[in-house]
């Protein structure tokens, strides 16, 4: 059993900033991508920033600018760094991994987190 256990969540001002954390733990043999996910109450999930595992990072159009995605692969960890902040990013963010239990790229197995809220609010 993998597990992606988040933290860093809770409530900001408009223009304020939080850094979101996604730690993986258990035993595999390494994690692949790794992304941040929101889902807003009646919105559809959607992602916001990824990761490969060299670090080449791609964003969402509505947070480039705003937010970095890194990660440090020696604690397998995946962070999120979220700059002035609108009410707009208000949402439930999740934490998801590609994960592979042996040196076959073939073989990937995905997990997602718990979830953190973020609520953007004056």
């Known amino acids: 059993q993998v597990q992606l256990v988040e933290s860093g969540g809770g409530l900001v001002q408009p223009g304020g900033s939080l850094r979101l954390s996604c730690v993986a733990s258990?035993?595999?043999?390494?994690?692949?991508?790794m992304a941040w996910y929101r889902q807003a109450p009646g919105n559809q999930r959607e992602l916001v920033a990824s990761i490969t595992s060299g670090g080449m990072p791609n964003y969402a159009d509505s947070v480039k600018g705003r937010f970095a995605i890194s990660r440090d692969n020696a604690k397998n960890t995946v962070y999120l760094q979220m700059n002035s902040l609108e009410p707009e990013d208000t949402a439930l963010y999740y934490c998801?991994?590609?994960?592979?239990?042996?040196?076959?790229?073939?073989?990937?197995?995905?997990?997602w987190g718990q979830g953190t809220q973020v609520t953007v609010s004056s």
């Open positions: 998801w991994a590609a994960v592979s239990f042996t040196r076959n790229p073939a073989s990937l197995y995905q997990y």
């Open positions: 258990g035993i595999f043999f390494s994690i692949s991508d």
